[in-house]
């Protein structure tokens, strides 16, 4: 018998069970590691208050509480294993190479500014124009631009060593792992007991569903529809062995992609998104075609670059774009936590943390109503 059982062991899963191990919660975490997982994939920009689309205001304050917990989770991660987690601020910078871009660059510009002036983030010493020169000279791959800005808080991190860091200092605190597939749960006078993997029964006093864009096989189960589809994301990563990329920030730029810099004198390109792609996690001449374009458009300096390696992962979307976070109505010990989208790495963390809290019979420090699967049911 456990206090707490996990479904799923990507970022959201993996958080949770880590900081139910921290609270004394006798935990078991089951997890098939599909192929397309989609933490294996993420890109790992983490920038909420530099998003230049109209965010919902829900979604925009959960992901500045979101982001805001990496650096405690990070520094606490560090005296519990010895593991990298890829987390850096390196800065973000923003910009319109054609002029196409321009109209949207202005528009997210007034978004964020905008912003800033009503809820003061990020602060005005973290945020400013830059010419086309200067951005060049913080990234000097860059082709000129039309109009930038810059963003000092910028973040990135990588889903795969944050969540083998998050499984490392786990399993210090005793936490068990099956890597199985949960076919069912165990509901007895609707009351969530267990769960079923590969026909082994396990009883749990709690349970947390956080399994990314497969979660909707629950919902029959449950008696709600769990309304989270699969979108295919293509990126690649490029190697510049002669280049110093430790410093470089991430860039965006507007025809919906991104450049991801890292340490190791790489950059990651990406990324696709498929909507409709169902669950199949393959790569394509059109994917990479629509990457690597978009990269040379944005940096024709990344020309001589060379492939290391082509990630494919499944973002687990919903229709609204927001989280699935909360108990179902009228089943008891449940809890959901999954529909984190293109910005599971921003959320998942501080996500996990709440499952945890909620199974631990926390109070929830965070409001999350937004997010209820009852929006959709
Ligand atoms: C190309 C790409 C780029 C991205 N870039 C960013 C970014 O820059 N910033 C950002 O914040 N986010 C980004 N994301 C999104 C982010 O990666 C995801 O939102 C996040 O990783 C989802 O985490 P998860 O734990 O919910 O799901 P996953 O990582 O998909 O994990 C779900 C796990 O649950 C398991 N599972 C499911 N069902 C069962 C079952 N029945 N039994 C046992 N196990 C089960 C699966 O096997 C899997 O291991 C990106 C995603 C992609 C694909």
Redesign the pocket.
Same mark, same amino acid.
């Given at each position: 018998m456990y206090d707490a059982i996990v479904? =799923?062991? $990507? @970022?959201?899963?993996?958080s949770a069970a880590y900081h139910l191990v921290r609270g004394g919660a006798k935990t078991l975490l089951?997890?098939?590691?599909?192929e397309?997982?989609?933490?294996?994939? =993420?890109? $790992? @920009?983490?920038a909420p208050a530099t998003s230049g689309v109209t965010l919902d205001p829900a979604w925009f304050a959960f992901g500045v509480i979101c982001v805001d917990y990496y650096p405690a989770l990070i520094g606490q991660l560090r005296q519990e294993q010895d593991g990298d987690t890829g987390y850096a601020v390196c800065g973000k910078l923003t910009v319109a190479v054609s002029e196409d871009e321009i109209a949207p660059f202005q528009h997210a510009r007034e978004v964020v500014w905008e912003r800033q002036r009503r809820r003061g983030i990020p602060s005005s010493d973290d945020l400013y124009d830059v010419t086309s020169e200067q951005a060049q000279a913080i990234f000097p791959l860059l082709a000129p631009v039309h109009g930038a800005f810059y963003y000092r808080g910028g973040a990135?991190v990588d889903?795969r060593m944050l969540?083998a860091a998050l499984a490392k200092a786990s399993a210090s605190h005793h936490l068990e792992q099956k890597q199985?597939?949960?076919?069912r749960l165990i509901i007895e006078d609707g009351q969530v007991v267990g769960a079923v993997?590969d026909g082994e029964s396990f009883r749990a006093g709690k349970v947390i569903?956080?399994?990314?864009?497969?979660?909707r096989?629950?919902g029959d189960q449950l008696g709600v529809q769990i309304p989270v589809e699969p979108?295919?994301?293509?990126?690649v990563h490029l190697d510049l062995p002669d280049v110093d990329t430790s410093a470089f920030p991430v860039i965006v730029a507007f025809h919906g992609h991104?450049m991801?810099p890292w340490a190791d004198h790489r950059i990651v390109v990406?990324?696709?998104r498929e909507t409709g792609s169902g669950f199949d996690p393959v790569t394509s001449a059109i994917g990479m075609q629509e990457v690597l374009g978009e990269a040379l458009r944005v940096a024709p300096g990344l020309k001589s670059a060379q492939f290391r390696e082509i990630?494919?992962?499944?973002?687990?979307n919903t229709i609204d774009n927001l989280p699935v976070l909360g108990e179902v109505p009228r089943i008891g010990n449940l809890f959901l936590?999954?529909?984190?989208?293109?910005?599971?790495?921003?959320?998942?963390p501080y996500s996990?943390k709440l499952a945890a809290d909620w199974a631990l019979g926390q109070t929830l420090e965070t409001d999350i109503s937004a997010f209820r699967i009852s929006r959709f049911n």
């Open positions: 479904i =799923g062991g $990507g @970022i959201v899963g993996m089951i997890d098939r590691h599909h397309g997982r989609a933490t294996d994939a =993420g890109a $790992g @920009i983490l990135r889903g969540t199985s597939m949960v076919d993997a569903i956080a399994g990314g864009a497969w979660s096989q629950f979108q295919r994301g293509q990126i991104y991801v990406g990324a696709t990630r494919v992962g499944l973002r687990p936590s999954t529909g984190h989208g293109a910005s599971g790495l921003q959320l998942g996990g």
